[in-house]
């Protein structure tokens, strides 16, 4: 639907005053300010991590690269703690959101029975934890008593949860006609046969909306590797791991030197190069993946408009 | 039908009352008894005072890690020795199969005659599970006990192993019972559970999951009334009632500290609300733009800021805004002389330069609600305006954003009731010593009493917490209370 509105041609039924021209100048030209803005940072970390250092060092690279060559992200292998951060995050986003789509598909799906017992009961239990939360404190002392810090399960358990998509897959299946699934259940089918054979296809459009959010959430997470794994390093996740490049890394030249790059790229590596190529690489696979994600929160977002 | 809920209580013989009646006791029992598995505070296996007090039943069956935390110093000295450890998590196993056992059999028990016959069995080999488990604990603190170093490895049977013999005795005389009181029908039905209540124990799970992750935090409240610091106690001696409440408001640096970082957060939220409208005009704009192409390719360019973390978003304000960055690199060459101001590091205008990182990171994004709703504005609208001879502005005025108003207003209630969060990761990565005192909001102060330095801060973090929480639910009963009253409708 959103398509629709994008896509519909203004209507030529009025003719095009010099205002209506003046207008759509200054419309198109703000917007295309407004999206150079929102691109450039991207582009200027690009262009500084793949052009020579000593330009880079000196500034020199503003608008477009010099000296192209990709050592900068070559010598990033000597930076033993990036690859063991990109390791869990990629683990954690495929398999925490893969997970949280079973479960959530899976809850969404039993909610909309309505033979359930308790069925009220169980929905508002678990859509109740929208409106609350226990605290950074309680969260954390509760993690702690249940033995999961400092462990990767602590990365997948807690998300598998989420109330927001639950209600997403709860909506959809609701909008399947019921003939459906009658009809497999007088040929004597089970809730799981149901839900393995013909409901899992039939969601797949709010199945992959739900696992962009979740995969974007994974990868982009910080905050609980920040507060749960202060105990050990190797399972920071890539944020984490960048944030702490990016506000204490004085040794970090000291690593990227020590490896086995060549002596040239070695001299002329600074700190804020090392930091600008981890930052791409740790958007890289987001940059990727995004044009094939648009459909996809374009979808989940008016989803949960109607909604809510 | 022969279903047996259709049955009244008074039509039942006494025999069947009493079972209806056990059967509940049971479930309940059965229910507790999976729960104290998960509480620290009742660990049975908790066998030497060494062991964290912060392991549970469950955690020390699977965790050699957390025994070893703090036991590994005294198992490589020979203290306690390494078959004890093992001894113990193959006990707290045992137990753990013997309440899976009792679960087990509480599930079977909501199903027809033959269920709760076949499911009977199951709890009473549960509690002599437990019962042998319990042995095997037992038999490890008593290798604890005459070990070489007492003062080392101090041996402790907590009041919590009396209980689980009691939970576990008291399991078996209720499923004897059972057993005792269930007859066979003379016509043997299938095993059959009615549908509704497979449906309830296939979605049990995640009213576990959902239990242990979402409500059980809750508990944690409880620190705030005591005199905790880490490692301490959670005993009545500590229990300080309602001290902190009014220690946050005597002291006067805490005091002065909480209403500094309640204007940093009303204010930064209040800017969000002043430019909650931002969103509006672009999507009304966006969607004038004649070209379609060129629509949809700035829609999806602009969403993507809202795809990266606040780190990386920090990133690229090093990488522009810091000494070394573009703007100072820029302004040198343009002026000739060297300009190195680290903009990142004042206080200067810190609120407007967080909005607008705000802003940039989510405009693209929120303006999707809104160019969704005008999708589903009737376009015959806009035409019978045209027909009346209506300029742009004018049908902007009169029908795109009154039609817009109600999704607006759902937003904007949503934003008051969550006014007092701000989000943890932007405060976090932005702040430095130098902005702290302006840039320091609700999430990040709870932050930093928690893990900071302090120690004695986690009873007040807790507090500051508990507090906005429920303010925040207050807010929100506000804001449905106050959408009923202006749209007739709740936004809950």
């Known amino acids: 639907m959103a398509e629709s509105i994008l896509s519909k041609k203004r209507s030529s039924v009025f003719k095009k005053s010099p205002g209506d021209i003046a207008f759509y100048i200054i419309d198109i030209t703000i917007f295309v300010i407004f999206t150079l803005i929102c691109l450039f940072p991207f582009y200027y970390l690009l262009i500084n991590t793949i052009s020579d250092n000593n330009l880079v060092s000196k500034g020199l690279i503003i608008l477009y690269p010099k ?62 934890t929208m409106y609350f939360n226990a605290g950074l404190i309680p969260w954390y002392l509760n993690m702690l008593m249940l033995g999961l810090t400092n462990t990767f399960a602590a990365y997948i358990l807690p998300g598998l949860i989420s109330p927001f998509n639950i209600i997403l897959v709860k909506t959809y299946i609701e909008s ?133 | 039908m022969t279903d047996t809920t259709a049955l009244k209580l008074e039509n039942l013989t006494a025999k069947e009352k009493a079972l209806k009646i056990i059967y ?79 679960c087990a059999g509480a599930c079977l028990s909501l199903g027809n005659k033959t269920a709760k016959i076949k499911g009977s069995w199951f709890p009473i080999v549960g509690s002599i599970l437990i019962l042998a488990g319990l042995c095997g604990i037992y038999f490890s603190y008593i290798r604890v006990k005459n070990g070489i170093r007492p003062d080392k490895v101090p041996p402790n049977l907590s009041y919590s192993y009396y209980l689980f ?94 209403l500094r970082v309640l204007r940093n957060t009303l204010i930064m939220s209040g800017l969000g609300i002043l430019t909650n409208w931002l969103p509006i005009a672009f999507a009304v704009f966006l969607v004038e733009i004649p070209s379609v192409k060129l629509k949809k390719t700035i829609q999806t360019l602009t969403t993507l800021p809202y795809f990266i973390s606040w780190v990386l978003i920090y990133a690229f304000a090093l990488a522009l805004f810091s000494t070394d960055g573009l703007l100072n690199n820029m302004l040198s060459k343009i002026t000739g002389t060297t300009h190195n101001t680290n903009y990142l590091q004042g206080d200067s205008w810190i609120w407007l330069k967080m909005l607008l990182w705000g802003t940039w990171k989510g405009i693209g994004w929120s303006a999707i609600v ?71 909001v609700l999430d990040l102060y709870v932050y930093d009493l928690g893990f900071g330095k302090n120690n004695n801060m986690i009873p007040i973090s807790t507090l500051v917490s508990m507090a906005k929480s429920i303010v925040s639910v207050i807010l929100l009963f506000l804001a449905n209370g106050a959408s009923k009253l202006i749209r007739g409708e709740t936004i809950v």
């Open chain 1, 67 to 128: 000296g192209i060559n990709i050592k900068n992200y070559l010598a990033l292998k000597n930076v033993s703690d990036l690859g063991n951060a990109f390791l869990v995050t990629v683990l954690r986003t495929l398999i925490g959101t893969a997970l949280m789509v079973l479960v959530s598909a899976y809850a969404g799906y039993l909610v909309t029975k309505e033979q359930m017992w308790k069925r009220k009961f169980c929905y508002r239990f678990i859509i109740i």
């Open chain 1, 176 to 308: 399947i006609p019921k003939d459906i699934e009658e009809s497999a259940m007088l040929d004597g089918a089970g809730p799981m046969r149901i839900f393995i054979t013909m409901i899992c296809p039939l969601s797949t459009p709010v199945l992959a909306t739900i696992a962009v959010f979740g995969a974007v959430a994974n990868w982009n997470s910080f905050q609980d590797s920040l507060v749960l794994m202060q105990g050990t390093p190797e399972l920071f996740t890539l944020q984490h791991r960048l944030y702490v490049y990016l506000s204490s890394a004085t040794n970090l030249e000291a690593l990227m030197r020590n490896g086995t790059v060549s002596a040239e790229v070695q001299a002329s590596l600074t700190l804020r190069i090392v930091q600008y190529t981890i930052s791409m690489v740790s958007i890289l696979p987001i940059l990727c993946v995004y044009p094939l994600m648009q459909r996809y929160f374009v979808k989940g977002i008016m989803m949960g408009a109607v909604k809510g």
């Open chain 2, 165 to 258: 013999i009691a939970v576990a005795a008291f399991n078996f005389i209720l499923s004897i019972t059972i057993r005792a009181l269930l007859r066979q029908d003379k016509k043997k039905q299938p095993f059959k559970i009615e549908q509704k209540y497979t449906l309830f124990l296939m979605f049990l799970p995640i009213l576990i999951l959902t239990f242990v992750f979402c409500y059980l935090p809750l508990y944690g409240w409880r620190y705030a009334f005591f005199d905790y610091t880490v490692g301490s106690d959670l005993t009545w001696k500590n229990f300080k009632g309602f001290y902190w409440f009014t220690f946050l408001f005597k002291n006067k640096e805490t005091f002065n500290d909480l």
């Open chain 2, 24 to 102: 509940a006791v049971f479930r309940v029992t059965a229910l507790i008894t999976l729960m104290i598995i998960f509480f620290p505070p009742l660990n049975p296996a908790r066998i030497t005072t060494e062991i964290t007090k912060h392991a549970s039943l469950f955690t020390t069956t699977f965790s050699y890690n957390t025994i070893t935390d703090t036991l590994g110093r005294s198992i490589k000295l020979n203290y306690i020795s390494i078959n004890t450890i093992y001894i113990l998590m193959v006990s707290c196993a045992i137990i753990l199969i013997g309440v899976i056992a009792i």
């Open chain 2, 370 to 440: 809104y160019i969704a709703s005008l999708s589903s504005i009737d376009q015959q609208m806009y035409e019978a305006a045209d027909l009346d001879g209506a300029k742009r502005f004018q049908k902007i005025n009169y029908i795109t954003i009154p039609m817009l108003m109600p999704t607006y207003f759902v937003l904007l209630m949503l934003q008051i009731a969550g006014m007092l969060s701000n989000g943890l990761d932007q405060y976090l990565v932005f702040g430095n010593a130098f902005n702290m005192d302006k840039i320091e």
